[in-house]
C-alpha cells in the first residue's frame, strides 16, 4: 500500500511497486518511446548524464534531463517492459510539470480505521500508471538494453556485455536488493469489479481478517482504478520478516468474506514485497537506492518525481535538514517495528489525530526535521505510559 507507492511487485499481471529479479524500488521495469538499442559495438559512447535502471525514479530523471536540454544515456536490462504495478501518491506531493492526465482516481477525504473512524482531510490520488509511464517519455533519450554491473566515479559505467559508457554525470537508480536483516513491506491484493461505490481507505486496522490475537498486524487498503474496479489490499506495513504473502492472501479472503464482498472472480492481482530500508543518502544514487522513499512508510514515487529536477540540475537534495528528517523517519520505522501488535490499531488512533499539517509533514516534507519531531512528540503524548516506554526504546536504540 504504501507505496506511493506504491509503490508498491512481483506479479505479471498487476503487481506493484517493485519489479522482478529481486531487485526492487527502481530497476528492471523498461522504457518505452526512447531510440532502444542492443549495445554491441557502442563501447565508448558518452552523454552528459547516465541514468542506470528505468524504474519511476530513473525514467523521471532521465526525461526531465533530456527536457533541461541534456544528453541523456539511460541503460536498463528491459528497456520495453511496461510497468504492471499500483502507485499512489498525495495530490500535493505531484510536481506542476506531471500534469493531471497521469492520474486515474481521486479520493477527497480518504478514510482510515484504527480502533475508531477518521476522515483526513488531505487528497490522494491514485496514478494511471501506463499514462504515468507515457507522461515521462524518454523520446530525447539514447535507450541501451543492458545491466549496468559496475558504476566507476567519477563517469564511467561498465556493462554486463563488457562494455564501457562515459558521461560527466551518473545517476544509479536500480533499486535496493532484498536482504535478510532489512524490513519489507509486503502485500496481496485483489482487484475486483464492482457495482457500487467502494470508498477509498487508507488504512483499516479492524480485527476482521482472522489474525489470531498477538499475531503480527495487517491492514486492508482499498482504492478506486477506475471503470468500477477497486483494489483491496491486506498490507503488512513493516517487518523484519513480513508476514508472507499466503498469510496476507488468507487474511485477505477472510476479510472480504466477513465484509460479504465477493471475490471469487477477481479482474486481477497484486502481490507486493520489497525492502524499506538500506538506501544510502548519498549523491549519484537516487530512488530507492538513494533513500530517497520514507522508511517508515515505503512510499517512494512521489518524492522521485518531486525531486528529479533538483537532481538533474544539481541540486542537493540532501541538506542537513533532510538528512535529520530521515534520521526521524528512521527511528519511526524502529517504532512501528517494536510495538506489541495489539497496540498498532491504538497507535494510529494518535497519528490521525494529528492536525492535518503534523500529518503531512511527518509523510512527505523530506526537510522540516522540527515540524517530524513535533508530530513523533505529539504521538508519544497521546499513548499511554506501557507504550511510551516501548517507544523511547525503539527511538533510543
Same mark, same amino acid.
Given at each position: ?16 511497486? $517493485? ?17 532502444? /538499442? ?14 542506470? @535502471? ?46 493531471? =492526465? ?18 483526513? !482531510? ?21 535507450? #541501451? ?5 559496475? #558504476?566507476?566515479?567519477?563517469? =564511467? ?16 537508480? $536500480? ?38 490475537? @498477538?499475531?503480527?498486524? !495487517? ?33 485477505? /479472503?477472510?476479510?472480504?468474506? !466477513?465484509?460479504?464482498? /465477493? ?13 524499506? /530500508?538500506?538506501?544510502?543518502? $548519498? ?40 538528512? #535529520? ?33 503534523? =500529518? ?5 516534507? $523530506? ?11 505529539? #504521538? ?18
Amino acid at each position: 500500500m504504501f507505496t506511493g507507492t506504491a509503490p508498491h511487485v512481483v506479479q505479471p499481471d498487476q503487481s506493484r511497486d $517493485r519489479p522482478p529479479d529481486m531487485i526492487f524500488g527502481d530497476y528492471n521495469t523498461g522504457t518505452g518511446a526512447g531510440a532502444v /538499442e542492443s549495445l554491441c559495438c557502442n563501447s565508448g559512447m558518452r552523454a552528459d548524464l547516465i541514468v542506470c @535502471g528505468l524504474g519511476p525514479a530513473g525514467r523521471a530523471v532521465a526525461h526531465r534531463a533530456a527536457a533541461h536540454g541534456l544528453s541523456v544515456i539511460a541503460v536498463d536490462p528491459h528497456p520495453d517492459r511496461r510497468w504492471p504495478a499500483t502507485y499512489g501518491a498525495w495530490a500535493d506531493e505531484l510536481p506542476d510539470w506531471l500534469g493531471p =492526465q497521469v492520474i486515474a482516481t481521486v479520493a477527497d477525504r480518504p478514510r482510515v480505521w484504527g480502533t475508531r473512524y477518521a476522515e483526513l !482531510s488531505r487528497r490522494y490520488v491514485v496514478f494511471d500508471t501506463g499514462a504515468l509511464q507515457d507522461r515521462l517519455a524518454l523520446t530525447e533519450v539514447r535507450t #541501451i538494453t543492458g545491466r549496468a554491473t559496475g #558504476i566507476e566515479r567519477p563517469g =564511467q559505467v561498465l556493462l554486463d556485455g563488457g562494455q564501457q559508457l562515459e558521461a560527466d554525470r551518473i545517476i544509479d537508480a $536500480r533499486g535496493l536488493r532484498r536482504a535478510a536483516d532489512r524490513a519489507e513491506q509486503t502485500a496481496y491484493g485483489l482487484v475486483l469489479q464492482r457495482d457500487c461505490v467502494e470508498p477509498t481507505v487508507f488504512m483499516d486496522w479492524r480485527p476482521d481478517n482472522g489474525a489470531r490475537v @498477538g499475531e503480527q498486524p !495487517s491492514f486492508l487498503y482499498t482504492i478506486a482504478l477506475g471503470e468500477d474496479r477497486y483494489l483491496f489490499e491486506e498490507t503488512c506495513l513493516a517487518g523484519r520478516p513480513a508476514l508472507p504473502q499466503q498469510v496476507l492472501r488468507d487474511r485477505l /479472503e477472510h476479510r472480504l468474506r !466477513s465484509r460479504a464482498i /465477493e471475490f471469487d472472480t477477481p479482474v486481477g492481482t497484486e502481490r507486493v514485497r520489497f525492502p524499506i /530500508e538500506g538506501g544510502r543518502a $548519498r549523491p549519484g544514487l537516487f530512488g530507492a537506492a538513494g533513500a530517497i522513499g520514507h522508511p517508515a512508510t515505503g512510499y517512494s514515487v512521489a518524492a522521485a518525481l518531486a525531486a528529479a529536477d533538483s537532481v538533474v540540475t544539481g541540486r542537493s537534495i540532501w541538506p542537513v535538514s533532510a538528512r #535529520i528528517t530521515y534520521r526521524l523517519r528512521a527511528a519511526g520505522l524502529r517504532v512501528l517495528l517494536a510495538l506489541p501488535p495489539a497496540a498498532v490499531p491504538e497507535f494510529f488512533d494518535a497519528f490521525f489525530a494529528l492536525p492535518p499539517d503534523l =500529518q503531512r509533514a511527518y509523510l512527505s516534507v $523530506r526537510d522540516d526535521p522540527r515540524a517530524v519531531a513535533a508530530a513523533m512528540a505529539r #504521538i508519544f503524548g497521546a499513548l499511554d505510559w506501557p507504550l511510551r516506554r516501548a517507544l523511547a526504546g525503539a527511538v533510543l536504540g
